[in-house]
């Protein structure tokens, strides 16, 4: 495990949180209240990502397939909420957005930690 590559990548997760939180604060549904817990738990489950990212490096995938599939795992946690609560679009966007996290954390944690 290096250091470097789990800084980086964590750094990355925290600022995907702080996107997605947002973006998450600015959901006008009337259905899904969003609450400061909410945003706490989005913005955490994205910092896990990234530091799981950090510590995937001897996982021998490929850096976009290895992103995928940890943010899809981490985010599915937080996913099956809004699945069976009767939101399933809810739960399929903050997967997708999970993955895409993943991808990006991966990508540029491999990238920089060379």
Known sequence: MKAKRVLIATIIGGLCGIFCAYGTSQMKNPNFPVTSGILVSVFYNRLLIGFFVGIADNIKLHSV?????????????????PLIDGQPMGGIIFLIAGIV??????????????
């Open 101 to 114: 996290y993943g991808i990006i954390a991966d990508v540029l944690a491999t990238l920089f930690s060379k």
């Open 65 to 81: 397939i290895r992103g995928a599939l940890i943010g899809a795992i981490v985010t599915l946690a937080m996913s099956i909420i």
